[in-house]
């Protein structure tokens, strides 16, 4: 479990970096994110994971994100994982919304993509331990947020470990894969024609099951030209209010899908993960 | 003066938008964005210019730079030209610091430069008026800083225009472009080879000639790796106290070029200009 420090900055008093290292979960190099605010040596700090959206890699929330100030601010570190393998060797497709760039936190069964696309078995067991390993990290202390496609990688996620994150939030996730047509193509191509195995894969589906968070904070734009196809965050407001969840889920006026709304709220979001983190 | 809206997205409750126009400086099409936060309708807010360094376009500063959140709490306009004419007319250089993303803030007299890099011209003269037509400013409260190059764009225009701009900051700036390859090669190549002729593009110079600004606010990363062989801050620390000027100048330990260190020390440098602009 070699670490590579692709590249190190200073900034807000922390430390911003690169690293890479070769998955298992994938069998391919996988780089991510990681601030480290400053700490007194020895202390460990809390850990939020931030995943991010389709297209993206580690560092767009890295360089749009807006979240320094804030993690300096309370003293948390954030992890920003990249949203699929990468490299020639792998399998890809010809949209954005699948293969590269679109691993959509799932471990795919279907061929040729079941040899890379282990985006679950990494996101949820594999780099965590990479990151308990090398950074100063209170993993008894960790919370999960996400955008749009990494809005339902930390949904999906923190409901099917319940009590792993002490805290779960989204931007503009997609609630319910099995009901758009984003999700339907990754579920469809990555997982099969079988839809009762897409159910863990759906936050709004997790709910119906059974699943539950102690609370959950949601933002979404409500100028997002994704609102109504793909994201249907009323969805998510039906499941949570059936299962009758606490869940603050917010329409922001004006705001469209991109990081200049997720930096508008970042602050929020870090401060409300903050508090239940620190408690 | 048409002016084409490029993109337009609600951020911090304002509006970060990228505009595009026809100039008559560089006989291009130039775009350049604009944020400008909430206010109450009618009423002009001071406005602070940020100008980019080599490679950069206005994308740079408005994806990383951080600045919409202080914009917003001190009610300031931010305008972030592009630095260089762009288009497949325009001539270029193989290098990275001349020709297209390196216009230097000079009016170039040296063919085949001198038809499209005047961006001093565009910037000191024609740019201001499509904002003052377009946007809320109140041309009377001008702020500018700038970063790298565009630090060595703010600290020039400012000093050869004495009571134009109520505040000047820099961040990382070209100090002395008389003194470094960067402003070698740039200076020799737009302007010529009459040395007299760069003292005016030359901030050190400029004040040795008697330029002065009634105060200075520069912000440098100590590990940033082009402090030692172009931006060599040190002269410009003679040359304000050489000349008695009022600087504060500011050598920040660990922090290296990039917008990491940018964005760290944005909020500071808005909250300075905004105190001078609604002074």
Chains 1, 2 share one sequence.
């Not at 290292?21 to 700490?39: K, L, Q, R």
């Not at 984003?182 to 024609?193: R, T, V």
């Not at 059936?242 to 979001?269: C, P, W």
Request: hydrophobic share 35%.
């Amino acid at each position: 479990m070699t670490l590579e420090t692709v590249s190190e900055a200073r900034s807000f008093g922390g430390t911003q970096g690169v690293y890479s290292h070769d998955s298992e979960a994938t069998g391919t190099p996988m780089t991510f994110a990681v601030y480290v605010p400053e700490h007194v040596a020895g202390t460990k700090l809390p850990v939020l994971w931030y995943l991010s959206g389709l297209t993206c890699t580690h560092a767009n929330v890295m360089d749009k994100g807006e979240y320094r100030r804030y993690c300096a601010e309370h003293g948390i570190i954030l992890v920003a994982p990249d949203t699929s393998p990468r490299g020639d060797d792998v399998p890809d497709d010809e949209g954005y919304d699948f293969g590269k760039g679109a691993g959509f936190y799932v471990n795919a069964v279907q061929e040729p993509w079941a040899k890379n696309f282990q985006m679950r078995q990494y996101v949820e067991h594999e780099l965590p331990q990479v990151i308990a390993k090398h950074f100063p990290v209170d993993m008894d202390r960790q919370g999960i947020t996400g955008h749009s496609m990494g809005g339902h990688g930390a949904l999906t996620i923190s409901l099917r470990n319940p009590g792993k994150y002490r805290s779960t939030s989204a931007f503009s996730p997609i609630v319910s894969p099995i009901h758009c047509p984003w999700g339907q193509k990754a579920l469809g191509g990555y997982i099969g024609d079988d839809k009762s195995a897409w159910r863990e894969y759906d936050a709004c589906a997790l709910i119906e099951d059974g699943a539950r968070l102690p609370e959950l904070l949601v933002d979404q734009g409500h100028a997002d030209n994704f609102l109504e196809e793909q994201l249907k965050t009323h969805l998510l407001e039906e499941a949570v209010r059936k299962a009758g969840m606490n869940a603050t889920i917010r329409l922001q006026e004006g705001y469209d899908h991109s990081y200049f709304f997720v930096s508008t709220f970042i602050g929020d979001h870090i401060a409300w993960h903050a508090e239940r983190l620190k408690a």
